[in-house]
């Protein structure tokens, strides 16, 4: 469902700088250039292309402008566009169908019962969110896979310390550090985690602190090794003169933290919107409000139930409420930064309150296994609705999907991935010429047969009589607010 759904989506706004930095990355150890994205997951995006043969002209390196060089890579350099989006996308989708698998093996560690190991892997992957962005060549669903092994790995460290879970949560945290820098939070959860597990008094303290620095010792070796082995010899001596080269991948780590940190904390550049109300500030409410909106109602249901049975029950295993306490303090940090562009910012969570869900279900009675395995269905067809729209999926309390737009925009609704469907709506009409103001990673004048014809959109000319004229709804909305003239 995933490649099939994805190979009528166009380029994302994203996905062109982030494909154009894992090339520069890859093939010319150049990681300042979108220094705001870690490398990771730039760079296995980019491998499928890299192990194809293309390759990235030397000129374009030098420019600053990731946007403008992944549209030049995609649409101008010759290469088939289609098929490099394909390529790029497929070590995505790789992950994604990871963590559906790595939710699945938790949930049967610590339940026992396939059965509910196979009810969070449902809930996983057929949740029409994060299949949206499981499928595009951006961060946010390899960050989730990351983040949850790393955590299911320091759990397991926690109730049955070895070697093994240790380096294995080490090596996790790592690779979500390097995939977005939002994964630092993992280490003040993993530092509460041991709190709470040396509070409880059920473990061996000496050996956990030991097998806890183990894993940060791994997982600050990751960093370390990947940076070095991956960054080369010009960019250090480039962008850190007089550093040892043995202390660049340090100062390469700080530096995508400032960068990231301003990013987070400036403010949009762009109107944020909410409910009819436009902000470069973001609010408190606001992933909140994306997840009432953007979830299915039965896996609310199902997440509600779960609540509800471990509060009647005063209970809960420790795998559950660190799961709980992950998704709590992911998304408290979200709500008190100032981005507010999308659901997919708090993506990792969204495995963690599936397995708890499914952990607590467990020991709940017939009845209420039954009610949750009908929901489960309505789950699925929920997913089956949403083909091949997953970006643009919301729940029915929207009512009609015309009214989205009026809730909530960008990534969450249009985020440029439905160029290739207009091109087919235009050539099965007979439309020859079109007016297009466009918000996305897609070029019009290379997607579109039609004649693309400019000079429309906000400030633009008026359009003549009988003329054709698309229009993003993602900017549709915008033009509401004060700040666009």
């Known amino acids: 469902m995933s490649v099939s759904s994805v190979r009528l989506d166009s380029a994302t706004s994203d996905e062109p700088a982030y494909i154009a930095a894992g090339m520069i990355k890859l093939l010319h150890g150049r990681l300042d250039f979108f220094r705001d994205q870690p490398p990771l997951m730039n760079s296995l995006t980019a491998a499928p292309l890299v192990m194809a043969g293309y390759r990235m002209p030397p000129i374009w390196t030098i420019s600053g402008n990731h946007w403008g060089i992944g549209k030049l890579l995609l649409f101008v350099s010759g290469y088939d566009s289609n098929t490099m989006l394909f390529l790029a996308r497929l070590p995505t989708i790789a992950l994604f169908v990871a963590l559906c698998w790595a939710v699945y093996l938790f949930v049967l560690s610590q339940t026992g019962s396939g059965n509910w190991a196979l009810f969070a892997f449902a809930l996983t992957g057929f949740c029409p969110t994060v299949m949206a962005h499981g499928r595009l060549a951006t961060v946010d669903v390899p960050a989730a896979f990351f983040s949850f092994v790393s955590a299911a790995s320091f759990i397991r460290l926690l109730e049955r310390p070895s070697l093994a879970a240790a380096a294995g949560a080490g090596a996790a945290a790592g690779a979500a550090v390097l995939t977005k820098t939002s994964a630092n939070i993992l280490g003040p959860y993993f530092l509460l985690l041991l709190l709470v597990a040396l509070w409880r008094g059920t473990v061996d303290r000496r050996r956990i602190a030991v097998l806890a620095v183990v894993a940060a010792v791994v ?62 500030e973001g609010w408190l409410h606001y992933y909140p409000v ?196």
């Open 290 to 485: 994306a997840m009432l909106l953007k979830m299915t109602i039965p896996a609310m249901a199902i997440l509600a139930a779960a609540l509800v049975l471990a509060a009647a029950r005063r209970r809960m295993t420790f795998a559950a409420v660190s799961c709980l306490l992950f998704a709590a303090l992911f998304l408290g940090i979200a709500a008190a930064g100032e981005l507010a562009l999308g659901i997919r910012y708090i993506l990792p969570i969204f495995p963690f309150l599936f397995a708890a869900a499914a952990i607590v279900l467990s020991t709940a009675p017939r009845r209420l296994v039954m009610a949750a395995v009908a929901l489960l269905v309505w789950h699925g067809a929920e997913n089956l609705r949403a083909w091949p729209s997953y970006i643009s999926y919301f729940n029915q309390l929207i009512g009609s999907h015309r009214n989205a737009d009026r809730y909530l925009i960008d990534s969450n609704l249009d985020w440029g991935q439905d160029l290739l469907r207009l091109d087919r709506w235009l050539r099965e009409e007979g439309v020859e010429e079109v007016a297009i103001h466009y918000f996305g990673g897609g070029v019009p004048q290379f997607d579109l047969q039609a004649r693309v014809v400019g000079g429309y959109g906000a400030g633009g000319r008026a359009l003549p009589a009988g003329s054709w004229f698309a229009l993003s709804r993602h900017l549709y909305r915008v033009s509401f607010s004060p700040a666009v003239s």
């Open 219 to 280: 997982a600050g070796a990751f960093i370390w090794v990947f940076i070095f082995a991956e960054g080369s010899e010009a960019y250090a001596a480039a962008s850190f003169p007089g550093l040892p080269r043995i202390a660049v991948p340090f100062a390469e780590y700080t530096a995508n933290i400032r960068a990231i940190h301003g990013w987070y904390t400036r403010g949009a550049d762009n109107p944020q919107f909410l409910l009819g109300r436009f902000s470069n």
